[in-house]
């Protein structure tokens, strides 16, 4: 039969036939970055509000276990503290994002196979290939639905393919068979949440679980196909399956070629702390500013100009620092005016400024249908500005910073490691977790890298 007759199967057998041994040292070297990147981001996370929240949650869901819950003292069930440390990390909108599948892989990856590593008690080198199978899991599936998954329904992409990620992961780690995981598969695709984009557009703060409920089924659906709740084997491409459920126009041909592990390399890392969709325009405003040093009070009106998507974060006004996160204007007028789209231009006190919100109600954001063309393949912006004197400047961007043509270096990546770790643990132990990360492999036991993500009497 043809992949796209098989889509279940062939997922299922690269997840139970892949093993580290297998795997390129440039996918080996790019599952340590990611892991950086996300446990980093984990352990910001922990220390704000809503973490603090959700390890409430997490203690009082699941008083024991043996698995983590990144920047405290505490420990969960594997699934739990996936969940957590997925949700805590989620919320900050610094994790990786796939553009042509428009998944955020790392967000549900990681914590899932490292709860399950940390309480299986089994070796890096497990983790990793679990990692890189995760990764093409995920993108593949999101390939084969995109962007219909998006333009034409109202789901959230990564929280949809989220449990099919967790899927991967759990069922590699337990070392399940193709057939095993079939049924899996199967009991994750029933069980994926619908991830709604209005939570979203709000910037509700249940939008950050997505990622968390991903592996938490994920998880799940071992567990219970272990007890006889399996899922059908057509899962994926059936007639009432996955792929038809989610999208309107979708080509499980894309999920042929999986043995070639490379999901992994084409995900995209993000320098700046918002909604992906509009990296592609701050680079472009930057770039005015930077070229022919634009102000803000030079501003008359700008106009972005980008595809559809990123068009409906067009409000104006944001009213959480969530829905901050998702406004383009709010976001470009904060670059412009301090040159920068860090953590710290997503405050209260931001979304308060007067002078911030005056920028922002001069910016209209518009679909331009030449641009919609092109993604999603690309995520381009042209970002048009009208001085007051009279000029017009304009820039583009196709592809944002980060991407694989534009790729975040190893500097930059531990530069971006170190300001977010250290808002939970000290330095020495952030290089200490740093340097734990890049030499997985020689680990004696995954409790290495654990231990140093612990935070007692936090």
Same mark, same amino acid.
């Given at each position: 039969m043809p992949p796209q007759l098989e889509a279940t199967r062939l997922l299922a057998r690269y997840i139970a036939e892949t093993r580290y041994e297998a795997l390129p040292p440039e996918v080996i070297w790019e599952a340590k970055r990611r892991t950086a990147d996300v446990l980093s981001i984990g352990l910001s996370g *922990? =220390? =704000? &509000?809503l973490g603090k929240s959700i390890q409430a949650f997490a203690e009082e869901t699941s008083p024991k276990g043996g698995a983590t819950i990144w920047g405290s003292g505490a420990a969960a069930s594997a699934e739990l503290a996936a969940f957590t440390n997925s949700t805590m990390t989620y919320q900050l909108e610094l994790d990786d994002c796939h553009r042509t599948s428009h998944a955020h892989p790392g967000i549900s990856v990681i914590p =899932?196979?490292?709860?399950?590593? &940390? &309480?299986?008690k089994l070796d890096a080198k497990a983790f990793l290939a679990a990692v890189v199978v995760g990764y093409e899991v995920v993108t593949r599936m999101g390939m084969a639905v995109s962007p219909s998954i998006y333009v034409h329904r109202v789901f959230l992409a990564p929280g949809t393919l989220a449990p099919l990620g967790g899927a991967a992961v759990a069922a590699n780690l337990y070392g399940l *068979?193709?057939?095993? =995981?079939?049924?899996?598969?199967?009991?994750?695709?029933?069980? *994926?949440?619908?991830?709604?984009? &209005?939570?979203f557009a709000g910037g509700a703060p249940i939008k950050n679980t997505a990622m968390g409920w991903g592996g938490l089924v994920g998880i799940w659906a071992v567990k219970l196909c272990s007890r006889g709740y399996f899922g059908p084997s057509t899962a994926i491409e059936g007639r009432f399956g996955y792929a038809k459920a989610i999208s309107d126009?979708? @080509?499980?041909e894309k999920i042929a070629g999986?043995? @070639? *592990?490379r999901g992994i390399l084409n995900t995209g890392i993000k320098p700046y702390a918002c909604c992906r969709q509009h990296h592609s325009a701050i680079d472009a405003i930057l770039e005015l500013k930077g070229q022919h040093g634009l102000k803000?009070? @030079?501003v008359k009106r700008i106009v972005v100009r980008t595809f559809a998507v990123a068009s409906r974060g067009s409000h104006q006004r944001p009213d959480t620092i969530a829905s901050a996160t998702y406004s383009a204007p709010f976001i470009l007028a904060a670059a412009l005016t301090t040159g920068s789209c860090w953590r710290e231009q997503f405050t209260m006190d931001k979304i308060n400024d007067r002078d911030l919100l005056a920028l922002a109600a001069k910016i209209e954001v518009v679909k331009d249908d030449e641009l919609d063309a092109l993604y999603d393949e690309k995520w381009p912006a042209i970002v048009e500005v009208q001085t007051n004197d009279g000029r017009l400047l304009s820039a583009r961007r196709d592809v944002p910073k980060g991407e694989p043509e534009f790729p975040v270096s190893d500097d930059e990546l531990k530069a971006k490691f170190t300001s977010i770790a250290t808002d939970a643990i000290d330095a020495?132990?952030?290089e200490n977790l740093w340097q734990a990360i890049f030499a997985l492999d020689g680990l004696d036991s995954i409790s290495e890298l654990t231990g140093l993500l612990r935070v007692e009497n936090c």
């Open positions: *922990s =220390t =704000t &509000e =899932t196979a490292l709860a399950i590593c &940390e &309480e299986r *068979s193709a057939e095993e =995981t079939e049924k899996v598969l199967g009991v994750a695709a029933f069980l *994926s949440p619908l991830a709604l984009f &209005e939570a126009v979708y @080509d499980l999986l043995t @070639d *592990s803000p009070q @030079d020495a132990q952030a």
